[in-house]
């Protein structure tokens, strides 16, 4: 991408956010969103006209509370039944049975 284009990009960045905010404060969420999918087009380095084709109506989003460390691992089920082995006793801890 030269100069003239990525200054173009900025440029149709900047009008996206501006369009995207002023549709949020109009109560238009729905516009809002359709903004805010092609801003993150655009700052991916999508083309203009890419952004403006693309259709992201049935794009599922990432819920909050489902990132962090650890969350992409799954859950591991212990075998049918298997029980937690008990708990050693703190009071017996380093002697042993024999005398």
Not at 3 to 27: N, P, S, Y
């Amino acid at each position: 991408m030269h100069a003239v284009a990525r200054f173009h990009a900025m440029d149709e960045i900047e009008r996206v956010r501006l369009e995207m905010e002023a549709a949020a404060a109009a109560l238009d969420f729905e516009q809002a969103r359709r903004l805010r999918d092609r801003l993150a087009l655009l700052r991916g380095g999508a083309s203009v006209e890419a952004a403006e084709a693309a259709e992201t109506e049935g794009l599922l989003r990432q819920q909050p509370g489902a990132m962090g460390l650890g969350t992409s691992q799954q859950r591991m089920t212990p075998p049918p039944g298997w029980k937690k082995p008990a708990k050693p006793d703190p009071m017996t801890r380093g002697h042993s049975r024999k005398r």
